[in-house]
């Protein structure tokens, strides 16, 4: 037997495969293609899916083996599944559809139009539309959408023997097996009363009871929790899975790691674009169509350019000096750009220290001390460069209304770049939706005001 | 014996607890601090130190159990723990770095002064000496630093009953049991040859082979491989453990799901506050001396106020056209922001595709192509607008500048914003680097240059 061979570069690049099945495409040459899938496994399709030009990857889809399809749309993002939809028959469609877990067809389901929606939880079997309509009973966003079924539950009263039986017996799918490496042990109608590791009851002593080896010091969730905050629970505290309950203490599901994983993994790409100030594209860059790049930025791009004619407006009530001293002007970008990237810098430390559960809304005092006296440091170091530099350079007055403007400037834009996210979370709004752009929108028109200020009491213009 | 109580609010928040230590503290009443910290697991003090002022953080450990701080200090940031140590006994420190499993030694070291670092490690016992010094040998930054030691290793000729029997006889400590849940199986001299699940084991017949049972088709990494791929491919796979391997196959650890957790949110807040402007942090916000923070930030403003002295300098160039027409300098602002906020949404998008590898810098056609085509659109409809607004409100002339300008910055920041990346990644820079305040920088000055060339040949000055 040959040993295993190590995978080297990076996320596997399957560089021929997929140079191959795109000239296949490209020249129509169906069977080529067809025969170059059908060495890829599912997450290598997946894969190459996520890299494809939107127009091939219903064409890539028709060319998999049935399974292997399957495979791949469970592990497609629901968008994608979406417009894969669009293209098939509707046999096809409600198998597809039909092979995913209840969590997947809630996802898909959120993303058709409500008529589509409708046919497709219609077209399901009975027990299979009930477990559907459950995850869809609660809310867009919360863990109960995204938790996976309770596969076993052990009693606190059984031997690890009778347990591991218990386990062997369930006949659990081998695809599944790996969902079960933390078990819920429950008491009466469901009732939680701890959780037991596999590898506990692996090598425990075969005939101890269950209630003297689980944990009852144990962290679960209820199903309407926000997923992100599961998640991370799951991240912070090392566990294999987290127990999902109601309000009831019976327990409803699991939140596997692998989907704590997919979870947090969309958090930060939604937190990312929102910070670059963008909507969340919910599917890989490659494969989104031009158009919707385009949505997804131009109407952020509209709301910053209309914010903008702010500083249009505030340039004009100070036009007079302007035009008194055109050298002002020659300063503006430099000054706004340094009171931009001062907001950036505290908008994006305070909202990632946030999603991480580091700092609360209620911190918003010990964070504002802090900032203010971070920006004022920052404020007066560049500050005292801005007076030398423009004071050698042009004159001295002009010298010190830099500094004293980037002072300002500095101090304003820390103090304010960190309070809005604080201030978007205790509303209840994604803190990254309050963006960087947006405030260096909010700190330039400020920043202006402060600048023609000061320039006009100390130049006495 | 009473259901588990499901935790209802966001990360364990023990406002109560956290406050009552605070206040003790303030009042310097140490018992009561004590009493109240002893009522606390090791994760509940982690999280209150990563929300400590950084003067507290000393005095909080200090009145920690023995045992719960060994646990604490594994927990915390190596910077943490650098700190911590300065303001401790030789003893005590010599004795919680001895705790600490070889990954987390080779961290701790790497944060430590040289000679400070040589006599840590010569304090540590021969074995662990040498555990640690292996470690050390892999590159910063891979998984060979962030691994955790194989525990048992199975072979292919066990039947399940023998391989369950190994398990047991193996003796592994319960912290650790966790870390088993998928295990490798391996030929003489430690080579790999598969992985299989425990859960495999406990299900399957007790005397098949493991031969028969294990998954050949196994995905291992060598220990040299960066350790965010590494965690990424353990995450995209949905494993439990990533096998990581020497050139010669020889398995020489695990990268376990909870170390992959670490792994991927230490790289998502390093590009999230490198995108933000910042050096990373690495620790919790609250608890970064605000000295800290400034140094973090000052770096980069720097560079970038004297990046900005290039607008300045653009600005000064074409000051007669500003003379002849203070109304262009109206517009600076928000011609620059919305280069600016186009830029960063590119760079931003085409960042995070490349840290989930969905984008490579070998794509670099498809994605500036797209990129273009998504400025193109972006500028000619911010363009049409600008065109409409300052037509109307200044002279048809000016409407006709905007408009331009607007079109052919939004192409270009499109375009330089995505490259930016792509670039970076391709010469071996963290593409975050490359961050959205740096672009914007660029794209101010050549958008300037654009304006002006603009205004110069429409308006005839």
Same mark, same amino acid.
């Given at each position: ?63 998999? #083996? ?98 591991? #039986?218990?386990?062997?017996?369930? #006949? ?12 819920? @042990? ?84 939604? #937190? ?92 918003? @005092? ?34 010190? @209304? ?13 103090? @304010? ?45």
């Amino acid at each position: 037997m040959h040993p295993v061979t190590p995978h080297t570069g990076s996320i596997p690049t399957l560089r021929a495969q997929e140079l191959g099945v795109r000239e296949a495409l490209r020249k129509s040459d169906w069977p080529r293609a067809g025969t170059l899938l059908r060495e890829l496994t599912a997450t290598q399709v997946e894969r190459l899916l996520d890299r494809s030009d939107p127009k091939d990857v219903p064409v890539v889809f028709r060319l998999l #083996d049935k399974d292997v399809a399957v495979d791949v749309f469970a592990a497609i993002e629901p968008r994608q599944q979406r417009d894969l939809i669009e293209g098939l028959q509707d046999d096809d469609v409600q198998e597809l559809f039909g092979q995913l877990q209840a969590s997947g067809q809630a996802r898909l389901l959120d993303e058709m139009p409500a008529e589509v929606a409708q046919q497709l939880l219609a077209s399901l079997p009975g027990s299979q539309r009930a477990s559907a309509g459950t995850v869809l009973g609660y809310p867009a966003g919360s863990v109960g959408r995204r938790m996976r079924p309770v596969l076993i539950e052990l009693r606190s009263e059984w031997t690890v023997a009778e347990a591991l #039986d218990a386990i062997r017996e369930a #006949d659990i799918p081998e695809r599944r097996q790996r969902f079960i490496a933390r078990l819920p @042990v429950v008491a009466h109608a469901h009732q939680l009363q701890g959780m037991i590791e596999l590898s506990r009851l692996v090598t425990a002593d075969q005939g101890a009871t269950i209630e003297s080896l689980m944990d009852t010091d144990v962290l679960a969730v209820l199903a309407t929790e926000d997923d992100e905050t599961a998640a991370r629970l799951c991240a912070e505290h090392d566990l294999l899975a987290l127990p999902v309950t109601d309000e009831t203490h019976r327990i409803v599901g699991l939140l596997t790691v692998d989907q704590a994983f997919d979870i947090l993994e969309e958090e930060e790409s939604e #937190d990312s674009q929102r910070a670059g100030g963008s909507t969340p594209l919910a599917q890989p860059y490659l494969s989104t169509p031009v158009k919707r790049l385009f949505r997804a930025r131009i109407v952020w791009l509209l709301v910053l350019a209309i914010g903008a004619i702010l500083t249009v407006q505030v340039l004009e009530v100070f036009e007079e000096t302007l035009e008194t001293m055109v050298v002002l002007s020659l300063f503006v970008p430099l000054l706004i750009g340094t009171g931009g990237n001062t907001g950036n810098q505290a908008a994006t430390t305070v909202t990632r220290a946030l999603a991480l559960g580091d700092v609360r809304p209620r911190d918003v @005092v010990r964070v504002l001390r802090r900032e203010l006296l971070v920006g004022l440091s920052l404020g007066a170091t560049l500050g005292a460069l801005g007076l030398l530099v423009a004071g050698l350079v042009y004159s001295w007055d002009l010298g010190a @209304v830099i500094g004293l403007t980037l002072l300002s400037v500095c101090t304003l834009a820390a103090s @304010v770049g960190s309070l809005m996210p604080l201030l978007a979370k205790k509303i209840g709004v994604d803190p990254a939706v309050f963006s960087n752009p947006f405030i260096s929108t909010v700190v330039d028109a400020l920043g202006l005001i402060v600048y023609f200020l000061i320039a006009r009491l100390i130049l006495g213009i």
